[in-house]
């Protein structure tokens, strides 16, 4: 796919891993509309692309607000008049079990990680459908391909994202829309730092749990960013990002049952 001169919406582009997706995009002559609820690392992420020359619009959205998310494709249109890439990468995280996270959690949780998804892709195929060459790209997780214990609520929201992306794609297969659905392995972003404490979970015991997970966020995000660009101009279906989630994938299909078994101790 060719990027340059295009337009991508990117959600959570305030810092992360979408922040280096704009910047990945930008360095390619692509234009970018940046939304995020966090305007100040919006702001951040726009004087780090601005002196790329592409055209950048920054919006303030919470994707879990199904008005907002309605507005967004006329103000996006405004500014560049259509829309080829839509990046779905805004996503937050709860730590506990399953007796740990409440339902209020669990539902604020997908209302972000799902039905963000959902309603940004609802909002804006009618602009992408009238690109000549579009895609949606969705960002999962490795917890999309396993799911850990202490992860329940994120790792099913994860599988959701997978789920819905695959039938997408097969829906729109032979149009001009392609879907690419990304399983980041450990990515060192602030996700496991702005996680949600449980009711009942003391600060302590959340931190105890930071720490471990600490160990398993590696990569660097303008790293993970560079491979899902490349993905999306191979118009790849899927995208692995890391040694750790190729092999989290391989294992998964030898031993689709028991791969947690195998994983337990490396995780």
Request: some cysteine; overall charge positive.
């Amino acid at each position: 796919m060719q990027l340059k001169g295009r337009t991508a919406v990117i959600t959570g582009a305030g810092g992360g891993i979408g922040r280096g997706i704009a910047i990945s995009l930008a360095r390619r002559g692509c234009h970018l509309a940046l939304a995020d609820i966090d305007e100040a690392g919006l702001s951040e992420t726009l004087s780090l692309v601005e002196a790329s020359g592409v055209r950048v619009s920054q919006h303030r959205v919470d994707v879990a607000d199904r008005n907002a998310v309605r507005e967004l494709p006329n103000n996006v249109a405004t500014v560049h008049g259509g829309v080829d890439v839509l990046v779905n990468n805004a996503g937050v995280a709860v730590g506990g079990t399953f007796d740990q996270v409440s339902e209020e959690d669990f539902e604020w949780l997908f209302e972000i990680n799902f039905w963000g998804v959902v309603r940004m892709t609802r909002a804006f195929l009618p602009l992408l459908k009238r690109s000549d060459d579009a895609r949606v790209v969705n960002i999962s997780s490795a917890y999309g391909l396993i799911a850990p214990p202490e992860q329940v609520a994120y790792a099913a929201s994860k599988f959701a994202v997978r789920g819905f992306s695959e039938a997408l794609r097969h829906e729109l297969e032979g149009s001009n829309i392609g879907v690419t659905v990304v399983h980041p392995g450990g990515v060192n972003t602030s996700i496991s730092e702005k996680a949600r404490v449980p009711a009942g979970m003391t600060e302590e015991e959340m931190e105890q749990r930071r720490r471990k997970y600490r160990k398993l966020l590696r990569m660097a995000p303008e790293v993970a960013a560079e491979t899902i660009v490349r993905g999306i101009e191979g118009r790849e279906p899927r995208v692995l990002v890391g040694s750790d989630a190729k092999l989290i994938s391989l294992i998964t299909r030898l031993f689709p049952v028991t791969y947690w078994k195998r994983l337990r101790k490396q995780m």
